[in-house]
């Protein structure tokens, strides 16, 4: 199958045609709320002409029967985006970390250096970090420093500034910036 043949099978039902299923099934729901209730509630004696009461209830269920196809098949196109989506992410979150790896190795970290480095992109605090990894706060704060001196930053904000830069360049994201 093409691209496009894909893409046309995956094309959103027109807003109109939702409408109209939606309102069939309200439709219906008072047609048969009505000709449930409406005797016990007094609120009509006459029964209806049953050509016209055959009529509404065809009409009625058909809108029911159509309105239950569309929702499975939206239902169905909603998890598979659900799954394209979360397939994204996971190469993404891969593809990170990669990057990462390859930025630490570029740094020479140190083991502990990586560990703490990661800590600090995940948005840790000082004390955080030292409890995780069973050290002091000064510990940390030295490790931290070594960081920034290798990576060139002087803080947090400038070491994920840093590596957000790294993202966006990357040759697959479709975001480009526009020349100021």
Not at 81 to 93: D, G, P
Not at 126 to 142: C, D, L, M, N, Y
Request: aromatic share 8%.
């Amino acid at each position: 199958m093409t691209r496009r043949a894909g893409a046309a099978s995956k094309r959103p039902f027109p807003r109109s045609v939702m409408v109209v299923v939606v309102a069939f099934q309200v439709l219906g729901a008072i047609f048969f709320s009505y000709d449930t209730l409406g005797p016990l509630l007094g609120l009509r004696n006459e029964p209806l002409d049953w050509h016209l009461h055959e009529l509404i209830e065809i009409c009625a269920a058909a809108g029911l029967i159509v309105g239950s196809v569309f929702g499975f098949v939206i239902l169905r196109r909603s998890d598979a985006r659900r799954r394209v989506a979360e397939e994204k992410l996971s190469a993404l979150s891969v593809a990170f970390c990669e990057m990462l790896e390859a930025r630490f190795v570029a740094w020479q970290l140190t083991p502990a250096e990586h560990d703490v480095a990661f800590l600090v992109i995940k948005g840790f605090s000082t004390q955080e970090i030292a409890g995780f990894r069973q050290t002091s706060p000064g510990t940390v704060k030295a490790q931290t420093a070594a960081i920034y001196r290798k990576a060139g930053v002087t803080g947090r904000a400038q070491l994920v500034s840093l590596l957000i830069d790294d993202l966006m360049e990357a040759e697959h994201l479709p975001l480009r910036v526009p020349a100021a």
